[in-house]
């Protein structure tokens, strides 16, 4: 399987933070929604990780699914257009 890779720049550590609480909504939203024996098997895997260096911080967030992706892309949006 393929990681799918998604970077993203956040503007201070407010915004890094709002990112933080947008994955760990997400997969606990994503938690929820399974629902038998197989709950960890079905929650979406996610990895955050900090790139060096730029004058804005970077993140890239690794997901195992493509569609996982799409949809934290799609819900980080609408955060940020909240915020």
Same mark, same amino acid.
């Given at each position: &399987? ?10 201070? !550590? =407010? $915004?890094? %933070? /709002?990112?933080?609480? %947008?994955?760990? $909504?997400?997969? %606990? ?5 399974? $629902? ?7 929650? !979406? @895997?996610? &990895?955050?990780?900090?790139? !060096? ?16 992706? =799409?949809?934290? &892309?799609?819900?980080?949006? /609408?955060?940020? @257009?909240?915020?």
């Amino acid at each position: &399987m393929t990681d799918v890779v998604v970077k993203i720049e956040v503007q201070d !550590p =407010e $915004s890094e %933070a /709002r990112l933080f609480q %947008a994955v760990n $909504s997400f997969a %606990a939203n994503r938690g929820a929604k399974s $629902s038998g024996a197989t709950d960890c098997e079905e929650a !979406p @895997q996610i &990895m955050v990780k900090t790139i !060096p260096g730029g004058e804005f911080f970077r993140k890239t967030v690794i997901f195992q699914d493509h569609n996982d992706a =799409e949809e934290f &892309m799609y819900y980080w949006h /609408r955060i940020k @257009q909240v915020a």
